[in-house]
């Protein structure tokens, strides 16, 4: 929980709108999930390079998934 609560601060210092997602978030809300070696985020398209940017400036690996749809 240490690492997700790092990783919580970066964004919120650039303040850019952002959300804690997959099982930190289910964890976060009470469900009884298994937590993984991970913090997952979401951020607004317009803001991501400034977050993934800040995140990686504090010594985070960023991972970026394909896009899908139109």
């Known amino acids: 929980m240490e690492a997700t609560e790092e990783a919580g601060t ?3 210092a650039s303040e850019r709108p952002f959300a804690l997602v ?20 979401a951020l607004l398209s ?10 990686r400036e ?3 690996r960023i991972v970026k998934l394909p ?3 139109s």
Not at 46 to 55: K, Q
Request: charged share 20%; glycine share 16%.
């Open 67 to 69: 896009r899908t749809g």
């Open 22 to 41: 997959g099982s930190t978030a289910a964890y976060a809300h009470g469900t009884a999930v298994r937590l993984q070696h991970d913090t997952d985020s």
């Open 58 to 60: 504090d010594g985070a």
């Open 10 to 12: 970066v964004p919120k």
């Open 46 to 55: 317009g803001n991501a390079d400034v977050g993934t940017e800040s995140l």
